[in-house]
């Protein structure tokens, strides 16, 4: 699997995980550029970097908390509100006059990343066959559902 930019050290990556942990790093975020299999099947080198990962941002965050004993709401802010602050979006949090803008879900359902499950145009994911918990089953922003699980609408 090739990623850009690659993966570091361990020590590099604990340090990611303390700072995000301790609102070092207040945000975080998924490049969501789907890459053809065609492209991922070249030799290592000419291969495009990028894993499919956007469906599994969710429960990788979820996993890190847990692991490192961060509370759900700090988790899932640095992917919801922590982002939509930094961009300078007015988005990501329920008040009066705001923009309608949730994510809902089931912290106790668990899902298998499978290729059918990816809902992405790249199917290359180091996440396959493993077991996670899931992600929101509807998204709405404004009084429209802008992703559901059920029905596949983003």
């Known amino acids: 699997m090739r990623f850009s930019p690659p993966l570091r050290s361990a020590r590099d990556r604990d340090a990611i995980v303390a700072a995000l942990a301790d609102g070092t790093i207040d945000a975080l975020c998924s490049d969501h550029t789907p890459v053809d299999d065609d492209e991922k099947l070249l030799p290592f080198a000419e291969a495009t970097p990028a894993p499919s990962g956007w469906k599994c941002s969710w429960p990788l965050t979820l996993r890190w908390a847990a692991e490192h004993k961060v509370p759900l709401q700090t988790a899932l802010a640095r992917i919801t509100s922590e982002p939509a602050r930094v961009a300078g979006l007015k988005a990501g949090t329920l008040a009066s006059g705001a923009v309608a803008d949730i994510c809902l879900f089931d ?31 509807d998204a709405g922003r404004r009084p429209e559902i802008v992703y559901s699980s059920n029905n596949n609408h983003h």
């Open 107 to 137: 912290p106790k359902e668990i899902w298998k990343v499978d290729r059918q499950s990816i809902k992405s145009q790249g199917k290359n994911s180091p996440w396959l066959v493993m077991r996670w918990r899931k992600g929101p089953h």
